[in-house]
């Protein structure tokens, strides 16, 4: 390292001091931001953003804006963490905020308080490892994936994402994907013959991409489903023609398929087959079934 004189040691000494406190100061601004918020503070002070307001009050860049109330936010309800963002401060807290529950994050707390920041980040990711491994799940609903990715792709997602969440991120592409698809919809077309109208079937593979909508199966399709039955409604409805694996289309027609009148999201198989007549269009392979198994 250069040698340094006396000056240049007492102006880093006050520089430090003076970045001491300032990163302190500011720790106090951010934790003020959910409530500045709330009462819409920087508009009643006429401002024209809270980023704004925060920026010539107290410098806070737009990112520390943005992590600060994601970070708070993610701590709603856990007061031991929040104990740890005043002594600590949000960036101490920042990488156990997205696995920490209600039920847990006494635990992450005293890990927060005990191990630097980087023992906790290491933690975190293998944990999370640890978990997608084992398929199980961190947070009650989410699942963690692993997926390898080319880096530019991975930059532009990131990008995409900025200080959101990555559900957020991925939802808004399926949003955009959908409302493409949807833009081109034909409408339904009433008629006697079982034959899918060509614009129909493009149309349904493609919003399908080929793939059975049965939630959790995605094998590659093999047949055009109607959910309300075709002899019932005799109509090719864009929106009710579903693709289906021959496993899924088979129990279709075998009454197996609980809420079909529901979007495929919500379908489920049924383990008894469906005898209130909940499925409308009952075909003779179901009536064939039921007379077999009814006997
Ligand atoms: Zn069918
Ligand atoms: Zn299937």
Request: overall charge positive; glycine content about 6%; proline content about 4%.
């Given at each position: ?34 409530d500045i918020d709330r009462y819409k503070v920087w508009r009643k002070k006429g401002f024209g953003s809270l980023y704004e ?243």
């Amino acid at each position: 390292m250069e040698k340094i004189d006396a000056r240049s040691v007492e102006l880093h000494v006050q520089f430090s001091e003076c970045g001491k406190n300032a990163k302190e100061w500011a720790r106090r601004c951010m934790l003020l931001l959910p409530d500045i918020d709330r009462y819409k503070v920087w508009r009643k002070k006429g401002f024209g953003s809270l980023y704004e307001y925060a920026a010539k009050i107290a410098g806070l860049s737009r990112n520390q804006v943005d992590e600060s109330l994601r970070i708070l936010k993610k701590i709603e309800g856990m007061p031991a963490l929040q104990k740890v963002v005043s002594s600590k401060g949000l960036w101490a807290v920042k990488p156990v905020a997205t696995v920490a529950t209600k039920e847990t994050e006494k635990e992450w707390a005293d890990r927060v308080e005990s191990m630097s920041r980087r023992e906790v980040e290491v933690f975190v990711k293998g944990m999370r490892t640890e978990s997608a491994r084992a398929g199980a799940e961190i947070q009650p609903g989410k699942v963690f994936v692993t997926m390898s990715l080319n880096p530019q792709v991975l930059d532009q997602l990131k990008k995409l994402k900025g200080s959101g969440e990555w559900e957020d991120a991925i939802k808004k592409l399926l949003n955009l994907r959908k409302e493409k698809i949807e833009n081109k919809k034909p409408d339904p077309v009433q008629s006697e013959s079982r034959h899918i109208p060509k614009p129909i079937e493009r149309f349904v593979k493609r919003r399908d991409n080929y793939r059975c909508v049965v939630p959790g199966c995605g094998r590659k399709f093999s047949e055009l489903h109607h959910a309300d039955g075709f002899s019932r409604v005799k109509c090719h409805d864009p929106d009710r023609i579903f693709c289906l694996c021959s496993g899924h289309h088979d129990l279709a027609h075998r009454g197996l398929i609980a809420n079909e009148a529901k979007k495929p999201g919500l379908w489920r198989v049924r383990k008894e087959p469906d005898r209130s007549g909940e499925r409308c269009g009952i075909d003779q392979l179901v009536q064939k079934w039921r007379k077999v198994t009814t006997f």
